[in-house]
């Protein structure tokens, strides 16, 4: 009897704790806003913050952007940090060790931030998504895939997975992500693939400009027929963002993120 008794705590014990990890679960589950605002460089121009900057990262932030779009580079002596141009301060980033880049400083006052550093700052936060963008390389095809490789294990060292949609104008650099993790969500940049190709490589979304949108208008049904998630960048006009807004993308990448909240509202209310 005794050991039936300690044998029935137990499973009640172990029933309370998995109904207490459950509950811990839901508290820290993500929720995403759901909005169409993809803040591009982060939402930095009506303050004047630095492109890229954690400053502007942050602002994306406060003002509950669905996403935040950062570039990466690599550095000589492989240092993933944030840059929108091949060269920071006229160093060419990829030819130059942090220690050298970090020398200059942004406008505000803050360092080049480093991948690992914008990362750990977004993770703080659980309704703006981290969009990442590789910048293809200037050196080679192979140095630009094997940077998709290491900024993929510091994602996966962080456990950054949830946060991240990958994107770049590579489109090796997108089927080496799909590769190493495969449930990886992903987008490319250069507007030359259709949804269908898109489709069967694997990838999920058509990021494009929005002009090639304009010249393709059967893309954008191919692609909610398809399932392919539709981005455009970079849509900082009231038109170009009322004709996304009509046409129904899920993502809109802009520099004026405010005014698309304000045209993004607006739609909502002629609906």
């Keep these: 009897m005794r050991l039936l008794l300690s044998f029935l705590s137990v499973v009640i014990l172990l029933s309370a704790c998995q109904s207490s990890q459950k509950i811990s679960s839901k508290r820290t589950a993500m929720s995403f806003a759901k909005n169409k605002v993809i803040a591009h460089r982060g939402a930095f121009k009506k303050n004047n913050l630095p492109e890229n900057s954690i400053a502007a990262l942050q602002h994306a932030i406060l003002l509950g952007c669905a996403g935040a779009e950062f570039d990466v580079h690599r550095t000589a002596d492989d240092s993933l940090v ?3 141009d091949h060269t920071f301060f006229g160093k060419d980033i990829e030819r130059s060790s942090y220690a050298d880049l970090v020398t200059k400083l942004l406008p505000n006052g803050e360092k080049l931030p480093t991948l690992r550093e914008y990362l750990e700052k977004g993770m703080q936060q659980k309704h703006t998504r981290l969009v990442l963008e590789i910048k293809p390389s200037n050196v080679s095809k192979e140095r630009a895939v094997v940077t998709a490789e290491k900024v993929v294990a510091l994602v996966k060292e962080l456990k950054a997975e949830q946060w991240i949609t990958y994107i770049s104008f ?97 739609f909502q209310l002629k609906k």
Aim: glycine content about 4%; charged content about 30%.
């Design 82 to 84: 944030i840059n929108h």
């Design 170 to 266: 590579d489109f090796d650099v997108l089927l080496t992500i799909k590769k190493l993790e495969k449930d990886a969500p992903t987008q490319y940049l250069n507007g030359e693939k259709s949804p269908k190709e898109l489709k069967d490589a694997g990838i999920e979304g058509a990021d494009y400009h929005y002009s090639v949108f304009k010249k393709n208008p059967d893309w954008i049904k191919e692609a909610k027929t398809l399932g392919i998630v539709l981005n455009a960048w970079t849509v900082n006009a009231i038109a170009d963002m009322d004709w996304l807004l009509s046409e129904g993308f899920d993502m809109i990448t802009t520099n004026e993120p405010e005014l698309l909240f304000e045209r993004e509202k607006l």
